[in-house]
């Protein structure tokens, strides 16, 4: 069964910095395209980043763009996402997706900013 589980959410204040991890089981992550996506409430899901499953192949949505970074740890079957700079309207639950030729969410972790 498969599985993706994020954690590293929370509460920061404005500006600071939090690192998100998704890690698989019962999955190969390496084998996946991987995505963060958040969802803010009353608002629809949005593509935050994305990385391809050879690792090299990186984008983000245009609110993100030189304050978060997706990484990804094969090793350890995780995928990371660095998150910078962090401002009021980041404030969502971040959400994890593997997609190859099916789609796997995880439960989705609550990021909090607030001063």
């Known amino acids: 069964q498969v599985h993706l589980v994020e954690s590293g959410g929370g509460l920061v204040q404005p500006g600071g910095s939090l690192r998100l991890s998704c890690a698989g089981s019962?999955?190969?992550?390496?084998?996946?395209?991987m995505s963060w996506y958040r969802q803010a409430p009353g608002k629809e899901r949005e593509l935050v980043a994305h990385i391809g499953s050879g690792g090299g192949n990186t984008n983000y949505g245009d609110s993100v763009k030189g304050r978060f970074t997706i990484s990804r740890d094969n090793a350890k079957n995780t995928v990371f996402l660095q998150m910078n700079s962090l401002k009021l309207e980041d404030t969502a639950v971040y959400f994890c997706?593997?997609?190859?030729?099916?789609?796997?969410w995880g439960q989705g972790t609550q990021v909090t900013v607030s001063s």
């Open positions: 019962g999955i190969t992550l390496s084998s996946y395209a």
């Open positions: 997706n593997a997609a190859r030729w099916v789609a796997y």
